[in-house]
C-alpha cells in the first residue's frame, strides 16, 4: 500500500493512495496517523479522495489515534 504523509503550510495531510481502505491497510494507516501527528502543531488531514470504501476497521483505526492524541501533547 502507498501511504503519503504530505505537508501543506505546516499541516501534514495523510493520502492513503488505494482506492479501498480495509483491515489489510489499518496497520499502515495508523502507522501514516501517528507520523502526521508527530509533524503536525495540532490540525491533520485526511485526505480520502478517490477512496470508495472505508471498513469499520479503518474507522476504529482513525478514532483510536484521534483518542491518543492528548497523550501524545495533541
Not at 32 to 58: H, K, P, Q
Amino acid at each position: 500500500m502507498s501511504m503519503e504523509v504530505l505537508q501543506n503550510g505546516g499541516v501534514p495531510i495523510v493520502v492513503p493512495g488505494v482506492v479501498r481502505l480495509d483491515a489489510s491497510q489499518a496497520s499502515g494507516l495508523r502507522d501514516s496517523l501517528n507520523e502526521a501527528a508527530s509533524l503536525g502543531g495540532g490540525d491533520l488531514i485526511l485526505d480520502f479522495d478517490g477512496v470508495t470504501l472505508i471498513d469499520s476497521t479503518i474507522l476504529g483505526v482513525v478514532v483510536s489515534v484521534y483518542r491518543d492524541l492528548p497523550e501524545q501533547g495533541h
